[in-house]
């Protein structure tokens, strides 16, 4: 009998050394080269807040996740009721198409969120991530303008510091620099920029900002479909905070100038910021809003773009009168179901109380790192910890100092930040805000 050439896959694990060469080879990470050059830390499973390894880093098998799996698991990990969800769901059917079948978990989903977002949404597209969800609520603004004879509306507007995903349209309402837009000349279509919006949350209105932008508006108007934005906190283009009247600011100009307006709540939606969702910090309500990230509380990849009835009536009544968008795994019932119930978990209990109380413990525990040498500033808002820098963050330096006090944290550009599970307990916000704090002395 021939032998085979190469070494049969073991039946069991791979040894830790076999997965990370095969990792190194093969496997593309988030924004990494080919081959990987830094080593990342196996998981081998998880549960409640914390990631068990493979193999020990810093004397650590265990770290607690300070980053939710990017604003993801808001629940922890392994937890009992997502856990039944999803087993429930499998034993009746993991998936079926969306295309001219329907089924309950999706539909539970979609009427879920028109309930708990602001009362003019109400019509959803579910896509299978935030990026795509993104990609649909700008087809859903250009495709009403052309629906209602103004194609020549086509542009977006966004403020500097954003971040709204990775495919290229999204990728053009980036930040500038910090999506590398010199690099997609020609490739990336050309949006429109305004400075980025006065840092801080509780910082009152500044009148000649919105002066400016409503120049800008005023004088670009005829060719704009909508403004889109991060609502008061933006993410991973430079974890901002701005002030909920920058927003009543927007849907005021926008009215004014007959644009729509977009909200990307993916990274802020179901309860980060310390609100349900970032909006209802001002009491305003978008024509469109993306969901995602948390939506299923970390479990499975799905994300919702949800507009008004008067951008589906709009649509509805051009010349091609549908969304034109159908992903293979839209409204997959999985993710549906472990949705339903994460949304369930979340709003049968005192959330607010939970989210404050993290508040609380990262703004006690980070309340001496802004003094400390190479530390720009230090902000907190609802579950959400910052630290920048005043230099770019070596990160092999802070995530192994994060680690020696057994957290997981994962840094980027200035910044050491943290946006830990709402389940995390006051000792393990503690632990989280010290990892920080040698992430920020290391890095
Ligand atoms: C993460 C994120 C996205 C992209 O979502 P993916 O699921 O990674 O495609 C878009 N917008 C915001 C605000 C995000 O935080």
């Known amino acids: ?11 069991g694990a791979l040894p830790t050394d076999t997965l990370l060469a095969l990792d190194r080879a093969h496997v593309w990470h988030p924004y990494g080269p080919m081959p990987g050059t830094a ?3 196996v998981v081998e499973s998880a549960s409640g807040v914390r990631l068990k390894l ?4 810093e004397g650590r ?4 996740d300070g980053m939710s799996s990017w604003w993801a698991a808001i629940h922890g990990y392994g937890h009992p009721v997502l856990d039944d969800a999803v087993r429930g769901q499998l034993g009746r059917m993991s998936h079926v198409m969306f295309g001219g079948l329907t089924h309950e978990p999706a539909v539970r989903l979609a009427a879920r969120l028109v309930e708990i977002t602001p009362e003019p949404l109400q019509h959803v597209f579910l896509s ?8 649909v609520a700008m087809k859903m603004c250009l495709q009403y303008w052309q629906s209602t004879g103004r194609p020549e509306k086509r542009r977006l507007l966004t403020w500097r510091g954003g971040y709204h995903g990775d495919t290229f349209h999204p990728m053009s309402v980036c930040d500038p620099q910090g999506g590398m837009h010199h690099l997609w000349g020609g490739v990336l279509p050309d949006q429109l920029f305004a400075p980025q919006p006065p840092a801080g949350f509780d910082a009152p209105l500044d009148a000649e900002y919105a002066a400016r932008f409503d120049e800008l508006m005023e004088r670009h108007a005829g060719e704009l479909a909508a403004v889109i934005v991060e609502p008061v906190v933006q993410g991973a283009g430079g974890m901002q905070f701005h002030s909920p009247a920058y927003l009543r600011m927007l849907r005021e100009l926008c009215d004014r100038h007959g644009v729509l307006l977009v909200f990307d ?3 802020t939606g179901f309860g980060r910021s310390g609100a349900l969702f970032a909006a209802d910090h001002a009491g305003v309500s978008p024509d469109v809003m993306c969901l995602g990230k948390a939506m299923t509380g970390g479990y499975l990849t799905m994300a919702a773009a949800l507009c008004t009835g008067e951008i589906a009536d709009g649509i509805s009544r051009g010349e091609m009168p549908v969304l034109a968008h159908g992903p293979t795994f839209m409204g997959n019932p999985l993710a549906a179901a472990v949705a339903n119930a994460s949304i369930d978990l979340l709003l049968g209990q005192d959330w607010q ?11 006690d525990g980070l309340a001496d790192v802004a003094a400390l040498p190479g530390v720009r500033d230090v902000r907190v808002l609802g579950a959400i910890g910052v630290v920048q820098l005043d230099h770019p963050v070596d990160m092999a330096a802070a995530t192994t100092a994060a680690a020696r006090e057994g957290v997981w944290l994962r840094p980027f550009r200035d910044l050491v930040y943290t946006m830990p599970p709402f389940v995390t307990g006051d000792e393990d916000v503690a632990r989280i805000a010290a990892a920080v704090t040698a992430a920020a002395v290391a890095g």
Request: proline share 11%.
């Open 1 to 11: 009998m021939a032998q085979p050439s190469a070494p049969a896959r073991p039946a």
């Open 39 to 41: 080593t990342p830390y």
């Open 54 to 57: 493979a193999r020990p880093v």
């Open 61 to 64: 098998d265990e770290l607690v």
């Open 128 to 135: 299978d991530s935030g990026s795509v969800a993104v990609e």
């Open 265 to 267: 709540e993916i990274a």
């Open 353 to 363: 109380t939970e989210v404050k109380r993290i508040e609380t413990g990262l703004r």
